[in-house]
């Protein structure tokens, strides 16, 4: 399966955000407004099938690019899934530069597995920590 990792809130529709967001535990019922400011303030990633163009995955990132990053809102569609595309959006992202060496922290109810393979640690049952590296 071909794919592409897209950047920036401005490359990424609040609109195929939702209907991802829509699929989860966390932010099923999260509003288009919310959506779009949380966009406007994070850098954004999306993950386009080639050829569709079809967004199948997203996630976000919150970060004083100093210390620490938050990442958030990792969602891949559920047609989607087990095909190794979250793994890819994850290593694509922690792999940035602006993120080497800070503290990684995020929190999940049942991917642990997934994250741990980039570093992450589990702190309690959600949280998950990957430690800063200098």
């Not at 399966?1 to 989860?24: F, P």
């Not at 994250?115 to 959600?126: A, I, T």
């Amino acid at each position: 399966m071909e794919y592409r990792i897209v950047a920036g809130a401005e490359q990424i529709s609040s609109t195929d955000v939702l209907r991802l967001l829509k699929m989860t535990y966390w932010a099923d019922n999260r509003p288009l407004a919310q959506i779009e400011k949380s966009m406007q303030n994070s850098a954004c990633y999306g993950l386009r099938l080639d050829g569709e163009g079809k967004l199948v995955g997203f996630a976000r990132v919150i970060s004083d690019y100093a210390t620490t990053y938050y990442l958030c809102d990792v969602i891949i569609d559920t047609a989607y899934r087990h095909m190794g595309l979250g793994t890819a959006l994850v290593s694509h992202i922690v792999s940035l530069p602006e993120y080497a060496g800070l503290r990684g922290v995020l929190i999940t109810r049942d991917a642990h597995n997934l994250y741990r393979k980039f570093g992450f640690e589990v702190l309690n049952d959600r949280a998950m920590v990957k430690p800063n590296v200098v």
